[in-house]
């Protein structure tokens, strides 16, 4: 079976820019979670979806919004983009007692 | 919140030498999980072990849920364990993990 799948890579923006990651879960979970993780530490709880409603939020500015469709992909959108928005974005999708698998990420880095 | 605290930051290895990991966590938890960060950013699972012990090949981990610890044991260690390692505790298996600052291993033949 294939493992989380995130899209893109890579990603190269500037300071205000808008910018949309995207995730597939592990076929058969319905719980998406996304992280960010800067340099040097580890990653960090943004958001986390089940069933296409928000169960849990991170200490993030309102800047950084989620959704989750029908199909339990999902999207991570950060408006108004800060340098220190660089970052690798982790996708983790989970089914419930058995912990939280991770994608690739996605790495922003924000000129 | 809680806090996860691991140990050591850092540690360098000749292959073959065996090794403990430690993960302090400050509350109560239902999910504890050990990760691999590979060079290119990839959080590979080793255990979901919220208590007891699990062995895989040459790793295994130990999860004391009552006095709040997890160790994980890495033995003949080779290069390609080299890496980050994190553990990473939360309220259940699918809800928000809170990570630790990991391991830093190296490992020189």
């Known amino acids: 079976d294939a493992g989380v799948t995130q899209s893109p890579t890579h990603l190269i923006k500037t300071r205000g820019q808008h910018v949309t990651l995207r995730c597939s879960p592990i076929?058969?979970?319905?719980?998406v979670s996304w992280y960010q993780q800067v340099l040097g530490q580890g990653p960090q709880f943004i958001f986390q979806?089940?069933?296409?409603?928000?169960?849990g939020r991170g200490n993030f500015p309102d800047r950084f919004s989620a959704r989750q469709f029908p199909n339990y992909s999902s999207e991570l959108n950060v408006n108004a983009l800060l340098l220190g928005d660089s970052a690798l974005y982790l996708c983790?999708?989970?089914?419930?007692?058995?912990?939280?698998?991770f994608g690739p990420g996605t790495r922003l880095t924000v000129l | 919140g809680i806090q996860v605290e691991q140990s050591p930051p850092d540690l360098i290895l000749q292959e073959g030498a065996n090794s403990t990991l430690r993960c302090n966590f400050s509350?109560?938890?239902?999910?504890l999980q050990w990760f691999h960060q590979n060079p290119w950013g990839q959080l590979i699972n080793l255990f979901y072990?919220?208590?007891g012990t699990k062995q895989n090949g040459r790793l295994s981990a130990t999860t004391v849920a009552t006095e709040r610890y997890s160790l994980l044991y890495i033995s003949s260690s080779q290069t390609t364990d080299s890496g980050v390692y994190f553990c990473?505790?939360?309220?259940?298996?699918?809800?928000?993990?809170?990570f630790g600052t990991g391991t830093q291993l190296k490992v020189e033949l």
């Open positions: 983790a999708s989970s089914l419930g007692g058995q912990g939280q698998f």
């Open positions: 076929s058969g979970h319905k719980s």
């Open positions: 979806y089940y069933e296409k409603e928000e169960r």
């Open positions: 509350d109560s938890v239902n999910n």
């Open positions: 072990i919220p208590s």
């Open positions: 990473a505790v939360g309220p259940g298996g699918g809800n928000k993990l809170t």
